[in-house]
Structures are given as structure tokens and as C-alpha cells.
């Protein structure tokens, strides 16, 4: 009976602590992946067999027609927010970078994939990615941010 009692206590004081369910905003994950000319990045739902596929698209750059960054990111919920990357990517004469956005809103009580595409002529304009940047922004103000090795 004692245990029900700090169960349920314990649920009360849970519930009334909002900040332990949304302290703040974080992007948790950021997966750079190839696209081929039917817009897929793995042929089958598999972890494994979209990691073959991503290799063969590396390998045979001619099927590939762009890159899908899959963020995954939490934030409070109905804040609206602009999730942004930023990439960098070289050509065999020059540097060249972009930026893709979208705008997301958080509405359950769990972290959310987005997706951001860069697709046929600003992805051959990139070239080979070198690095990248994925940010957070509520307004004006950077919430989260995450880059990679070679930022």
C-alpha cells in the first residue's frame, strides 16, 4: 500500500513540474543521406540494407540526384521554430555552401524527425560534402545546434 501511495505521489509531483518533461530545446541526431533518381535512400526498411544502399550510391555517384538530411530534434511543444542546415561542399576547383530550412512546430510529447532536401542543380552545385551545420532558431535566437567533424 505504501508503494501505491509514493507511486502516486511521486506521478503528482512528476505532473506538476512541467520543466522535467520540456526543459529545452536539442537536436539529438542529424543523418546526412544520398538520394538516388527515384527520390529513395534505402530500397528496403532495413538498417543494414540502407546502409548498403547508401554505400552503393557513394560508390556510383551517377545514380545519385541529392542529399536528405533526417534531424531529429525536441523542443518545448507549440513553439514554432525554423530548423536550418548549412553545408559546405567542394567541387574539383572550388568551395562551394548552402542553406535549406523548414519551418517545424513540436506538437506531441516526444522528439521528431524532419526531413531537408537539397535536390538536382544546388545539389550537383554543392558537390561533395565536406561538413555541415543543423541549428534551431526561435526567431532571432539559436536554440540548438549541431555540426559535424569537419565544420
Not at 24 to 34: E, G, Y
Not at 61 to 66: F, M
Not at 115 to 143: E, M, Q, S
Request: one cysteine or more.
Amino acid at each position: 500500500m505504501r508503494l501505491i501511495k509514493f507511486a502516486v505521489i511521486l506521478a503528482f509531483a512528476f505532473a506538476l513540474n512541467n520543466s522535467t518533461f520540456a526543459a529545452s530545446s536539442s537536436i539529438k541526431k542529424v543523418l546526412p543521406q544520398l538520394i538516388d533518381t527515384a527520390g529513395r535512400t534505402s530500397l528496403l526498411p532495413s538498417l543494414y540494407e540502407r546502409d548498403a544502399y547508401q554505400h552503393f550510391l557513394r560508390t556510383h555517384s551517377d545514380q545519385c540526384d541529392g542529399l536528405r538530411f533526417a534531424v531529429l530534434w525536441n523542443a518545448p511543444r507549440g513553439q514554432p521554430l525554423v530548423l536550418r542546415i548549412e553545408l559546405r561542399g567542394s567541387n574539383s576547383t572550388e568551395l562551394n555552401s548552402t542553406t535549406i530550412e523548414i519551418s517545424v512546430k513540436k506538437t506531441g510529447w516526444f522528439s521528431h524527425w524532419s526531413f531537408l532536401d537539397l535536390r538536382g542543380a544546388d545539389y550537383k552545385k554543392i558537390g561533395n560534402l565536406v561538413g555541415w551545420r543543423a541549428t534551431l532558431w526561435d526567431g532571432t535566437k539559436l536554440v540548438a545546434e549541431q555540426k559535424s567533424f569537419l565544420w
